[in-house]
């Protein structure tokens, strides 16, 4: 018996130890939006003439940065991008990088996507963290699988992996928000949000779509044009997938 310790911290115990999706984290994938003939969202500026910021070069930047800040914090870590260049990839091709990634027994994955945002009002802005919806029904078991993913899932009821999932969804997207606000106590936080996105639905793994900022907002898009600000929102996105690590497996949160 563990004494000192209430029945829902017992619960919450065993939860962890069983859901497949909070097992030590093995293998990050980090997707950057976008790419190729994809520009994703993008501002022209009238005094410079034909030059533009285009969301698809600023995500895969910060996405570099945060690759290389885990690779230096945690050597071990399996780190994937799923473009490491300006490269067309469709949504399900990014899913199924998440999907078909084996991150080993008794390790899990976490799924990283890394968007700016536009909109019609220009005073829209701020960071956003997308989950997807709870009431989405993710098939784990489809006819094609490999053999580690059902091992895997055997043991769980669709509905419970699903509950599973969301759940480890909103603890990923708190982590990676808790991070974001450390580092810009200032910024208008729109908060964690469902949302029915293709690449959040398909991966089957804990998985998060951070929106940066609007780029139809000029102080958020001048915020993108600086390297000081996209390594420091590089910085945030790292602590927030170190929270996420097995705090044992290696020096925690390191300059
Ligand atoms: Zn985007």
């Not at 974001?180 to 793994?205: C, H, S, Y």
């Amino acid at each position: 018996m563990l004494l000192g310790i209430s029945g829902a911290l017992c619960a919450q115990v065993k939860e962890f130890k069983e859901s497949p999706f909070l097992y030590p984290v093995s293998t990050v994938i980090l997707d950057a939006g976008h790419g190729g003939h994809d520009p994703g969202a993008l501002i022209r500026f009238s005094d410079y003439a034909g030059e533009e910021l285009l969301e698809k070069e600023i995500v895969l930047d910060i996405t570099k940065q945060v690759a290389q800040l885990l690779r230096q914090w945690y050597p071990d870590l399996q780190v994937i991008l799923t473009r490491n260049s300006d490269d067309f990839l469709s949504l399900q091709q990014r899913a199924d990088i998440a999907a078909r990634t084996n991150p080993g027994v008794g390790a899990s994955s976490i799924f990283i996507s890394i968007h700016a945002n536009s909109s019609n009002a220009s005073d829209a802005s701020g960071v956003e963290f997308l989950v997807k919806r709870a009431d989405k029904r993710v098939r784990f078991l489809v006819h094609d699988v490999d053999t580690w993913t059902i091992m895997r899932y055997a043991n769980h009821t669709v509905d419970e992996l699903n509950q599973l999932l969301n759940r480890a969804n909103i603890l990923l997207a708190s982590q990676l928000e808790q991070r974001f606000l450390e580092q810009f106590p200032t910024v208008r936080n729109r908060g964690i949000k469902e949302q029915d996105i293709w690449v959040l639905n398909a991966g089957k793994v804990p998985s998060v779509l951070i929106e940066i900022g609007f780029l139809s907002n000029p102080e958020d898009a001048q915020n993108m044009q600086n390297p000081d600000w996209r390594s420091q929102v590089a910085h945030a996105i790292a602590r927030g997938i170190a929270d996420s690590l097995n705090p044992g497996s290696s020096a925690f949160f390191p300059e």
